[in-house]
């Protein structure tokens, strides 16, 4: 079962980390890490959620992962010293801290964390895949559906109805698809009052469960 990292190195080392940086505060679809900058610090993500994408050559997205609260992010590219690998939106407000390449990189050694952090990466990677093959095989109101879910599970909030600050368009270039097979997977659901259109664009995810099960049926 995959973990976030402030479980994978415990409350103390975790709280630990967080000290190193004052806290920080990034509002809803501010790029966080972007794809091929150097890695110059790490992220801690004290709330809010965060999705990993990686950039194709046409400049179309593809979602990864949904990240939340308690995760380090951008710490494998300082780790081996290589561009950033994917790109980091602020699904939401976020609180962060900005840790530098060499704090972090010295916080790593005093601690003998490489190997685990190492262990939860190889889970990160395992996960990606996942996704992957589901964008390649899955339905389009599957791929949706999953893509919602996981938006639904990082996010900060514990409200039953979840605002997600993405468009349609965002959403069909995340998960592979055209914006009118997103249009026409959230029609049912939008009729049954599982999600509704907000006024800035956005979604506002009033009923996950149903989504999930309707989206099953159309497989």
Request: glycine share 6%; net charge neutral; hydrophobic share 45%.
């Amino acid at each position: 079962m995959y973990q976030p990292h402030a479980t994978v190195i415990g409350d103390e080392l975790w709280a630990q980390l967080k000290a190193l940086a004052p806290q920080r505060i990034r509002p809803a679809r501010s790029v966080l890490l972007r794809q091929g900058d150097p890695a110059t610090h790490v992220i801690v993500l004290e709330s809010g959620s965060t999705l990993i994408t990686l950039a194709g050559d046409c400049g179309g997205r593809t979602l990864l992962a949904v990240r939340g609260a308690g995760e380090l992010l951008g710490e494998l590219a300082v780790l081996d010293s290589q561009p950033r690998t994917a790109t980091v939106i602020a699904a939401e407000t976020c609180h962060i801290r900005i840790i530098p390449a060499g704090a972090f990189l010295t916080f790593v050694e005093e601690h003998d964390l490489l190997a685990p952090l190492l262990r939860h990466a190889i889970a990160r990677v395992r996960e990606s895949e996942a996704v992957r093959l589901e964008l390649a095989t899955a339905s389009v109101p599957l791929r949706l559906a999953s893509a919602l879910s996981r938006l639904v599970e990082a996010a900060s909030s514990s409200a039953s109805d979840l605002a997600v600050r993405l468009t349609q368009t965002e959403l069909s270039q995340m998960i592979g698809a055209s914006r009118n097979a997103v249009v026409n997977a959230l029609k049912p659901w939008r009729e049954q009052d599982w999600v509704r259109t907000t006024s800035g664009g956005g979604l506002l995810v009033r009923d996950i469960h149903s989504i999930q099960s309707h989206a099953r049926t159309q497989e």
